[in-house]
Protein backbone atom coordinates (compact mmCIF):
# COMPACT_ATOMS: atom_id res chain seq x y z
CA UNK A 1 0.00 0.00 0.00
CA UNK A 2 1.28 3.33 -0.98
CA UNK A 3 1.52 6.01 1.60
CA UNK A 4 3.26 9.33 2.15
CA UNK A 5 5.67 10.62 4.88
CA UNK A 6 3.16 12.24 6.91
CA UNK A 7 4.75 11.69 10.41
CA UNK A 8 7.23 13.75 11.39
CA UNK A 9 8.97 13.25 14.76
CA UNK A 10 11.44 16.26 16.16
CA UNK A 11 13.92 16.09 19.09
CA UNK A 12 16.08 18.36 20.58
CA UNK A 13 17.27 19.54 24.00
CA UNK A 14 19.95 22.28 24.92
CA UNK A 15 19.72 24.73 22.57
CA UNK A 16 17.23 22.83 21.03
CA UNK A 17 14.52 25.56 21.44
CA UNK A 18 15.53 28.00 19.02
CA UNK A 19 16.20 25.13 16.10
CA UNK A 20 12.68 24.25 16.70
CA UNK A 21 11.49 27.58 16.68
CA UNK A 22 13.26 28.05 13.09
CA UNK A 23 11.54 25.11 11.61
CA UNK A 24 8.45 25.54 12.60
CA UNK A 25 8.21 29.05 11.82
CA UNK A 26 8.86 27.87 8.13
CA UNK A 27 6.81 24.94 8.04
CA UNK A 28 3.83 25.99 5.53
CA UNK A 29 0.46 26.02 6.66
CA UNK A 30 -0.58 22.85 4.14
CA UNK A 31 1.92 21.17 5.55
CA UNK A 32 0.98 17.39 4.61
CA UNK A 33 2.24 15.51 7.68
CA UNK A 34 1.44 15.21 11.34
CA UNK A 35 4.49 16.77 13.64
CA UNK A 36 5.86 15.91 17.13
CA UNK A 37 7.58 17.96 19.14
CA UNK A 38 10.07 16.59 22.43
CA UNK A 39 12.09 19.31 24.03
CA UNK A 40 13.87 18.31 26.99
CA UNK A 41 12.32 20.45 29.75
CA UNK A 42 12.08 20.48 33.86
CA UNK A 43 9.36 17.70 35.64
CA UNK A 44 7.83 20.89 37.28
CA UNK A 45 7.83 23.32 34.31
CA UNK A 46 4.39 24.51 33.28
CA UNK A 47 2.89 23.16 30.27
CA UNK A 48 3.42 26.03 28.30
CA UNK A 49 5.63 24.78 25.52
CA UNK A 50 2.66 24.55 22.75
CA UNK A 51 1.38 28.35 23.63
CA UNK A 52 4.91 29.83 23.34
CA UNK A 53 5.27 27.89 19.85
CA UNK A 54 2.21 28.61 18.26
CA UNK A 55 3.29 32.23 18.46
CA UNK A 56 5.61 31.51 15.22
CA UNK A 57 3.99 28.41 14.09
CA UNK A 58 1.38 28.27 10.77
CA UNK A 59 0.40 24.83 12.22
CA UNK A 60 -1.66 24.81 15.12
CA UNK A 61 0.34 23.44 17.71
CA UNK A 62 -1.28 21.56 21.18
CA UNK A 63 -0.35 19.67 23.99
CA UNK A 64 -1.23 16.20 23.58
CA UNK A 65 -4.51 14.51 25.03
CA UNK A 66 -4.51 11.11 26.45
CA UNK A 67 -5.54 9.31 23.42
CA UNK A 68 -5.65 11.80 20.72
CA UNK A 69 -5.91 10.88 16.84
CA UNK A 70 -3.32 11.76 14.64
CA UNK A 71 -3.75 14.48 12.38
CA UNK A 72 -1.92 15.92 9.07
CA UNK A 73 -1.13 20.05 9.65
CA UNK A 74 -0.59 19.99 13.51
CA UNK A 75 1.75 19.44 16.00
CA UNK A 76 1.68 17.92 19.25
CA UNK A 77 3.81 18.48 22.14
CA UNK A 78 4.04 16.09 25.27
CA UNK A 79 2.94 17.54 28.55
CA UNK A 80 6.03 17.99 31.33
CA UNK A 81 7.28 14.65 32.60
CA UNK A 82 5.36 12.68 30.14
CA UNK A 83 6.30 10.59 27.02
CA UNK A 84 5.14 11.02 23.82
CA UNK A 85 3.79 7.67 22.27
CA UNK A 86 2.93 6.92 19.10
CA UNK A 87 0.11 4.10 18.17
CA UNK A 88 -1.44 3.26 14.90
CA UNK A 89 -3.80 6.08 14.87
CA UNK A 90 -3.79 7.74 18.31
CA UNK A 91 -1.18 9.51 20.28
CA UNK A 92 -0.60 8.51 24.01
CA UNK A 93 1.26 10.16 26.79
CA UNK A 94 3.03 7.89 29.41
CA UNK A 95 4.42 8.42 32.72
CA UNK A 96 6.87 5.24 31.90
CA UNK A 97 10.11 5.08 33.23
CA UNK A 98 12.81 8.00 32.08
CA UNK A 99 14.92 6.87 29.46
CA UNK A 100 18.21 9.00 29.08
CA UNK A 101 17.49 10.36 32.52
CA UNK A 102 14.15 12.13 30.65
CA UNK A 103 10.39 12.31 30.70
CA UNK A 104 10.23 12.83 27.69
CA UNK A 105 12.92 11.43 25.84
CA UNK A 106 13.09 11.69 22.24
CA UNK A 107 14.53 7.49 21.89
CA UNK A 108 10.67 7.26 23.53
CA UNK A 109 9.01 9.54 20.66
CA UNK A 110 10.92 8.16 17.57
CA UNK A 111 11.20 4.88 18.60
CA UNK A 112 7.66 4.58 18.64
CA UNK A 113 7.09 5.96 15.44
CA UNK A 114 9.24 3.87 13.55
CA UNK A 115 7.35 1.06 15.11
CA UNK A 116 4.26 1.91 13.94
CA UNK A 117 4.78 3.96 10.98
CA UNK A 118 7.80 2.36 9.16
CA UNK A 119 8.62 4.24 6.02
CA UNK A 120 6.44 6.76 6.57
CA UNK A 121 8.32 8.59 9.55
CA UNK A 122 10.60 11.32 8.81
CA UNK A 123 13.52 11.66 12.46
CA UNK A 124 14.84 15.32 13.10
CA UNK A 125 17.58 15.60 16.02
CA UNK A 126 18.15 18.40 16.67
CA UNK A 127 20.94 20.56 19.28
CA UNK A 128 20.95 18.92 22.68
CA UNK A 129 24.13 17.29 25.07
CA UNK A 130 24.76 13.79 25.45
CA UNK A 131 23.16 11.40 22.88
CA UNK A 132 19.17 11.34 23.51
CA UNK A 133 17.61 10.59 19.93
CA UNK A 134 20.52 8.77 18.08
CA UNK A 135 19.14 5.14 19.10
CA UNK A 136 15.67 6.30 18.29
CA UNK A 137 16.76 7.60 15.18
CA UNK A 138 18.21 4.24 13.85
CA UNK A 139 14.95 2.56 15.12
CA UNK A 140 13.83 4.92 12.45
CA UNK A 141 16.32 4.36 9.72
CA UNK A 142 15.65 0.43 10.10
CA UNK A 143 12.56 0.91 9.34
CA UNK A 144 12.57 2.43 6.32
CA UNK A 145 12.34 6.27 7.20
CA UNK A 146 14.56 9.23 6.92
CA UNK A 147 16.64 10.51 9.25
CA UNK A 148 17.73 14.71 9.52
CA UNK A 149 19.96 15.91 11.66
CA UNK A 150 21.19 19.46 12.29
CA UNK A 151 24.35 20.13 11.25
CA UNK A 152 26.48 19.84 14.30
CA UNK A 153 28.44 23.26 13.10
CA UNK A 154 25.53 25.29 13.86
CA UNK A 155 24.14 23.47 17.06
CA UNK A 156 24.50 25.31 20.25
CA UNK A 157 25.64 22.21 21.33
CA UNK A 158 26.33 19.51 19.28
CA UNK A 159 26.83 16.32 21.07
CA UNK A 160 23.33 14.96 20.21
CA UNK A 161 23.45 15.78 16.40
CA UNK A 162 27.37 14.54 16.76
CA UNK A 163 25.79 11.38 18.44
CA UNK A 164 23.12 10.96 16.00
CA UNK A 165 25.59 11.01 12.90
CA UNK A 166 27.52 8.61 14.15
CA UNK A 167 24.57 5.89 14.80
CA UNK A 168 21.83 6.29 12.24
CA UNK A 169 23.89 8.03 9.29
CA UNK A 170 21.61 10.49 8.61
CA UNK A 171 20.12 10.75 5.55
CA UNK A 172 20.62 14.68 5.46
CA UNK A 173 22.58 17.14 7.67
CA UNK A 174 21.54 20.59 7.34
CA UNK A 175 21.26 23.65 9.40
CA UNK A 176 18.32 24.51 10.99
CA UNK A 177 17.40 26.97 8.74
CA UNK A 178 17.39 24.75 5.60
CA UNK A 179 15.29 21.46 7.67
CA UNK A 180 11.68 22.82 6.87
CA UNK A 181 12.74 22.92 3.21
CA UNK A 182 13.85 19.80 3.03
CA UNK A 183 10.46 18.68 5.59
CA UNK A 184 8.27 19.42 2.99
CA UNK A 185 10.38 17.68 0.11
CA UNK A 186 9.92 14.15 1.84
CA UNK A 187 6.65 14.63 3.01
CA UNK A 188 5.22 14.76 -0.26
CA UNK A 189 6.84 11.81 -1.38
CA UNK A 190 5.25 8.69 -1.88
CA UNK A 191 6.54 5.31 0.06
CA UNK A 192 5.58 1.72 0.58
CA UNK A 193 5.02 -0.07 3.26
CA UNK A 194 8.26 -1.69 5.08
CA UNK A 195 8.90 -5.22 3.99
CA UNK A 196 10.44 -6.34 7.30
CA UNK A 197 8.68 -7.47 11.12
CA UNK A 198 9.07 -5.03 13.67
CA UNK A 199 11.97 -6.36 15.74
CA UNK A 200 11.08 -7.80 18.42
CA UNK A 201 13.48 -5.67 21.56
CA UNK A 202 12.22 -2.64 19.67
CA UNK A 203 8.56 -3.71 20.02
CA UNK A 204 9.09 -4.74 23.44
CA UNK A 205 10.83 -1.06 24.30
CA UNK A 206 8.18 1.05 22.96
CA UNK A 207 5.67 -0.82 25.48
CA UNK A 208 8.06 -0.88 27.99
CA UNK A 209 7.84 2.94 27.39
CA UNK A 210 3.42 2.56 27.89
CA UNK A 211 4.61 1.74 31.71
CA UNK A 212 4.32 -2.21 30.82
CA UNK A 213 6.20 -4.21 33.16
CA UNK A 214 8.92 -6.71 31.88
CA UNK A 215 10.03 -9.92 33.60
CA UNK A 216 14.10 -10.31 34.27
CA UNK A 217 13.43 -13.63 32.17
CA UNK A 218 11.95 -11.53 29.25
CA UNK A 219 15.09 -8.88 29.52
CA UNK A 220 17.46 -12.27 29.50
CA UNK A 221 15.97 -13.23 26.39
CA UNK A 222 15.89 -9.78 24.94
CA UNK A 223 20.15 -9.43 25.61
CA UNK A 224 22.66 -9.94 28.15
CA UNK A 225 23.02 -9.20 32.18
CA UNK A 226 25.67 -6.84 32.99
CA UNK A 227 27.95 -6.26 36.11
CA UNK A 228 26.51 -2.54 36.39
CA UNK A 229 23.36 -1.10 38.47
CA UNK A 230 20.79 1.36 37.51
CA UNK A 231 21.79 4.85 38.67
CA UNK A 232 18.34 5.56 39.56
CA UNK A 233 16.79 2.23 41.03
CA UNK A 234 19.67 0.42 41.57
CA UNK A 235 18.30 -2.50 39.91
CA UNK A 236 20.65 -4.46 37.85
CA UNK A 237 21.26 -4.02 33.89
CA UNK A 238 20.50 -5.71 30.69
CA UNK A 239 22.60 -4.38 27.24
CA UNK A 240 19.85 -5.09 24.93
CA UNK A 241 20.27 -6.97 21.62
CA UNK A 242 19.57 -5.67 18.40
CA UNK A 243 18.81 -1.57 20.01
CA UNK A 244 21.09 0.48 17.87
CA UNK A 245 24.14 1.70 19.48
CA UNK A 246 25.07 0.44 23.23
CA UNK A 247 22.06 0.47 25.16
CA UNK A 248 20.89 -0.79 28.80
CA UNK A 249 17.62 -1.49 30.80
CA UNK A 250 16.87 -2.48 33.81
CA UNK A 251 13.85 -4.48 34.68
CA UNK A 252 11.34 -1.72 35.73
CA UNK A 253 12.38 -0.01 32.04
CA UNK A 254 14.51 2.86 32.79
CA UNK A 255 16.69 2.66 29.93
CA UNK A 256 20.38 4.55 28.92
CA UNK A 257 23.30 4.82 26.52
CA UNK A 258 26.32 4.16 27.38
CA UNK A 259 27.15 7.77 27.29
CA UNK A 260 24.41 8.72 29.67
CA UNK A 261 25.10 5.77 31.66
CA UNK A 262 29.08 6.95 32.02
CA UNK A 263 27.33 10.63 32.95
CA UNK A 264 25.42 9.00 35.69
CA UNK A 265 27.99 6.95 37.30
CA UNK A 266 30.67 9.82 37.49
CA UNK A 267 27.89 11.89 38.80
CA UNK A 268 26.79 9.16 41.80
CA UNK A 269 31.12 8.94 42.12
CA UNK A 270 31.25 12.68 42.71
CA UNK A 271 28.06 12.51 45.29
CA UNK A 272 29.72 10.09 47.37
CA UNK A 273 32.98 11.65 47.26
CA UNK A 274 31.48 14.57 48.46
CA UNK A 275 29.37 12.18 51.18
CA UNK A 276 32.75 11.16 52.14
CA UNK A 277 34.45 14.47 52.66
CA UNK A 278 31.38 15.88 54.89
CA UNK A 279 31.96 12.56 57.29
CA UNK A 280 35.90 13.12 57.36
CA UNK A 281 35.35 16.81 58.24
CA UNK A 282 32.72 15.92 60.81
CA UNK A 283 35.17 13.28 62.51
CA UNK A 284 38.29 15.46 62.36
CA UNK A 285 35.87 17.97 64.56
CA UNK A 286 34.75 15.55 66.51
CA UNK A 287 38.25 14.22 67.17
CA UNK A 288 39.77 17.37 68.14
CA UNK A 289 37.00 18.61 70.46
CA UNK A 290 37.43 14.83 72.30
CA UNK A 291 41.23 15.94 72.65
CA UNK A 292 40.33 18.85 74.00
CA UNK A 293 37.98 17.39 76.81
CA UNK A 294 40.67 14.51 77.25
CA UNK A 295 43.41 17.29 78.12
CA UNK A 296 40.85 19.22 80.24
CA UNK A 297 40.87 15.67 82.59
CA UNK A 298 44.21 15.36 82.43
CA UNK A 299 44.57 12.16 80.29
CA UNK A 300 47.10 13.20 77.61
CA UNK A 301 47.53 9.68 76.24
CA UNK A 302 43.61 10.41 75.10
CA UNK A 303 44.53 13.88 73.78
CA UNK A 304 47.21 12.52 71.86
CA UNK A 305 45.17 9.48 70.25
CA UNK A 306 42.32 12.08 68.91
CA UNK A 307 44.45 14.45 67.88
CA UNK A 308 46.44 12.17 65.82
CA UNK A 309 42.74 10.62 64.89
CA UNK A 310 42.27 14.13 63.40
CA UNK A 311 45.27 14.59 61.76
CA UNK A 312 44.75 11.66 59.55
CA UNK A 313 41.11 12.78 58.76
CA UNK A 314 42.23 16.31 57.81
CA UNK A 315 44.88 14.66 55.75
CA UNK A 316 42.36 12.47 53.79
CA UNK A 317 39.90 15.34 53.63
CA UNK A 318 42.96 17.30 51.62
CA UNK A 319 43.36 14.46 49.75
CA UNK A 320 39.70 14.82 48.40
CA UNK A 321 39.18 17.93 48.30
CA UNK A 322 42.03 17.81 45.80
CA UNK A 323 39.74 14.98 43.34
CA UNK A 324 36.98 17.09 43.93
CA UNK A 325 38.54 20.34 42.83
CA UNK A 326 40.00 18.38 39.58
CA UNK A 327 36.57 17.27 38.58
CA UNK A 328 35.13 18.80 35.30
CA UNK A 329 34.33 15.86 33.59
CA UNK A 330 31.05 13.76 32.33
CA UNK A 331 29.78 14.25 35.92
CA UNK A 332 30.12 18.30 35.37
CA UNK A 333 28.94 18.34 31.91
CA UNK A 334 25.84 16.08 31.58
CA UNK A 335 22.82 16.99 30.79
CA UNK A 336 19.81 16.33 33.66
CA UNK A 337 16.12 16.96 34.36
CA UNK A 338 16.38 20.52 34.44
CA UNK A 339 14.80 23.14 31.63
CA UNK A 340 15.24 23.44 28.03
CA UNK A 341 18.85 25.52 28.24
CA UNK A 342 19.65 25.19 31.63
CA UNK A 343 22.92 22.46 32.76
CA UNK A 344 20.64 19.53 32.94
Given at each position: ????R??TVIG??A?????V????RA?P????A?V??????????????????NR????P?R?A???????AG?????????????E???V????G?R?N?HRP?ID???R?A??A??T???????????D?????LW??????G??V?????T?????????A??T???DY??PA??????L??????????P?????????REV???S??LVS??E?D?????V?F??P?C??S???LDD???????????HA???Q????????RV??????A??S????E??AR???????RR?N?R??S???E?????????E???D????????A??A??????????
Amino acid sequence: MAHTRDITVIGGSAGGMTAVREILRALPADYPAAVFVVLHVAPESPPVLADILNRISALPVRTAGLRERIRAGTVLVPPPDHHLVLEHDVVRISHGPRENRHRPSIDVLFRSAAVAFGTRVTGVVLSGMLDDGSAGLWAIKRRGGVAVVQDPATAEYPDMPRNALETARADYCLPAGEIATRLVMLAREAVADPVDIVPRTMAREVLMASDDLVSMEELDSLGKRVPFTCPECGGSLWELDDAGTQHFRCHVGHAYSIQTLVAEQSARVEAALWAALRSLEENERLARRMSVEAGRRGNDRSASSYTENAQTSASHAEVLRDLLAQAGGPAMQAEGPGGIESRK
